[in-house]
């Protein structure tokens, strides 16, 4: 007599001891999660373009540089926690929910220290907008360069060097972590080692 939940890996509950999902549940907890994602991404964009940045930069120069140095300080040591976590298969890490949405707050604080620095004539050429500094910060990302922005004082150089930096470093080690833990949740429906998967 075969019981009801067994079958082949895949069909039934799949991880042994009964602690592995369904495909179909594990299908519905990644669409939950992607659509987490989703929502947070817009509630940072909405925050991004309604926070008053106009309140910083010439008017509070000191006030901007310690919020661009502790937001980036916190994203820095944040995503490296969760590529750590991938790497040695901690349970406390949920790099699908958690590395996607540090990656859109990173292009934010970014674009904000750049919307701020426009406000210093001679720092950003052909800056004006929030847009324009979300679109220059993707730009760099993506070291495309079209050359219409570009930083010309010190301070939004130096701003440039560290988002380079931070790229090649930071996001390029959690980008590589989160596609290797994706990877491995489509190779294996039931997650890592047959546990339960993390979001």
Same mark, same amino acid.
């Given at each position: 007599?075969?019981?009801?939940?067994?079958?082949?890996?895949?069909?039934?509950r799949?991880?042994?001891?009964?602690?592995?999902? /369904?495909?179909?549940? +594990?299908?519905r907890?990644?669409?939950?999660? @992607?659509?987490?994602?989703?929502? &947070?991404?817009?509630?940072?964009?909405?925050?991004?373009?309604?926070?008053?940045?106009?309140? +910083?930069? /010439?008017?509070?120069? *000191? &006030?901007? @540089?310690? &919020?661009?140095?502790?937001?980036?300080?916190? &994203? /820095?040591? /944040?995503?490296?926690?969760?590529?750590?976590?991938?790497?040695?298969e901690?349970?406390?890490?949920?790099?699908?929910?958690?590395?996607?949405?540090?990656?859109?707050?990173?292009?934010?604080?970014?674009?904000?220290?750049?919307y701020?620095?426009?406000?210093?004539?001679?720092?950003?050429?052909?800056?004006?907008?929030?847009?324009?500094?979300?679109?220059?910060?993707? !730009?760099?990302?993506?070291? !495309?360069? #079209?050359?219409?922005?570009?930083?010309?004082?010190?301070?939004?150089?130096? *701003?440039? !060097?560290?988002?380079?930096?931070?790229?090649?470093?930071?996001?390029a080690?959690?980008?590589t972590?989160l596609?290797? #833990?994706?990877?491995?949740?489509?190779?294996?429906?039931?997650?890592r $080692?047959?546990?339960?998967?993390? $979001?």
């Amino acid at each position: 007599m075969t019981d009801a939940g067994s079958g082949p890996p895949g069909r039934g509950r799949d991880a042994p001891g009964g602690r592995g999902r /369904t495909r179909r549940e +594990l299908a519905r907890a990644g669409a939950w999660a @992607w659509a987490a994602n989703g929502g &947070l991404a817009v509630a940072l964009a909405v925050c991004y373009f309604f926070f008053p940045l106009d309140r +910083l930069g /010439t008017e509070r120069p *000191v &006030l901007s @540089w310690v &919020l661009f140095l502790l937001a980036l300080a916190a &994203l /820095t040591f /944040t995503l490296s926690l969760q590529v750590r976590y991938t790497v040695t298969e901690d349970p406390r890490g949920r790099p699908g929910l958690v590395i996607p949405v540090l990656v859109v707050l990173s292009l934010f604080v970014f674009s904000s220290a750049y919307y701020a620095l426009a406000q210093y004539p001679g720092q950003m050429r052909g800056l004006t907008t929030r847009l324009d500094a979300l679109y220059f910060t993707l !730009v760099t990302t993506a070291t !495309v360069g #079209y050359g219409d922005i570009t930083p010309h004082g010190q301070e939004a150089r130096m *701003v440039a !060097v560290v988002q380079i930096v931070y790229n090649f470093v930071v996001l390029a080690a959690a980008v590589t972590s989160l596609s290797g #833990y994706l990877r491995t949740r489509i190779g294996s429906p039931g997650g890592r $080692s047959g546990g339960t998967p993390r $979001s």
